[in-house]
């Protein structure tokens, strides 16, 4: 269906399942793949997704993956599909926020998401002209954003625009930010550090901050055009290791080229932004 090209989402629907009801459903899972007359599974997703993936794997059961993730954080290809949507959806916010922060000489904290990889706050300040960009993997002073801010305006500059990732933490000693404990799969629930950081530079700079949360609106509407035609670049890469029996593997993006990994190699890291990419911002 070429409509579908345009469809943001998955028309299959999608679940999440604790890893390790997951783990003890293996044999009911190949059972009902071997009831329906499947053959291959081609798991589409992120860490959890191909995590599973490689599991299935070293059950046997036929599997090729797919690297589907807004955040951009699995390793061994260079980019995954849904990262340049919501790129694109963060970049234009900010594009926005610049305008009224300058008519109104105001301090702007826009919160996007990136739990553990800071790709989204990364790229989506680059592209849009953001003066600080604070991510999971570089731990942020607050003294030294303030600095930075009064630095700014002190020089005559019109406004401040921060990309935060949701996954940003303070250096100890820094600010002690609200804890929200743990959800159902183990993961930190997060307590808006954007506006734990706003309260606390407004206090210490005398500034008007303002904080913009992005939140799910990153992860739907039109895709574009880039994550349209690696989608279909990856699914016909992943068909074509299905039919030659080329199992355990996931289609990867290297430069220009789609070709093969080994799903035992993607799990076993997270792509995080490395510092040289960080300086960059």
């Known amino acids: 269906n070429d409509r579908l090209l345009a469809k943001g989402g998955t028309m299959l629907g999608t679940a999440r399942v604790h890893p390790d009801k997951l783990r ?76 009224t922060a300058e008519s109104h000489q105001r301090v702007m904290l826009v919160e996007v998401m990136g ?36 630095r700014r305006f002190q020089r005559g500059d019109s406004h401040f625009i921060c990309v935060v990732a949701e996954g940003a933490k303070p250096v100890p000693g820094s600010i002690t930010l609200r804890e929200g404990g743990m959800d159902e799969f183990g993961h930190e629930r997060f307590t808006g550090v954007a506006a734990q950081l706003g309260a606390e530079v407004e206090k210490r700079i005398n500034k008007d901050v303002r904080v913009t949360v992005l939140g799910h609106v990153q992860r739907g509407g039109t895709p574009t055009a880039f994550d349209r035609v690696l989608a279909t670049r990856f699914g016909v890469n992943a068909a074509d290791a299905s039919h030659a029996g080329e199992y355990g593997q996931m289609v990867s993006l290297r430069g220009q080229a789609i070709g093969r990994v080994p799903l035992a190699d993607v799990v076993r890291q997270l792509k995080l932004v490395p510092e040289s990419r960080y300086d960059d911002a």
Do not use: Y
């Open 115 to 150: 739990r553990h990889a800071g790709w989204i706050a990364l790229n989506s300040g680059l592209a849009s002209g953001a003066h600080m960009t604070l991510i999971p993997e570089q731990p942020f002073d607050v003294e030294e954003v303030c600095c930075f801010v009064k």
């Open 24 to 99: 003890a459903g293996l044999n009911q899972i190949k059972q009902t793949l071997d009831d329906n007359g499947i053959d291959v599974l081609i798991p589409i997703g992120g860490e959890g997704t191909l995590t599973a993936a490689h599991w299935l794997s070293q059950e046997n059961v036929p599997v090729v993956g797919v690297p589907k993730t807004i955040d951009n954080d699995i390793d061994c290809t260079d980019v995954t599909f849904g990262h340049d949507t919501a790129l694109t959806v963060a970049t234009e916010a900010i594009d926005r926020l610049h305008s």
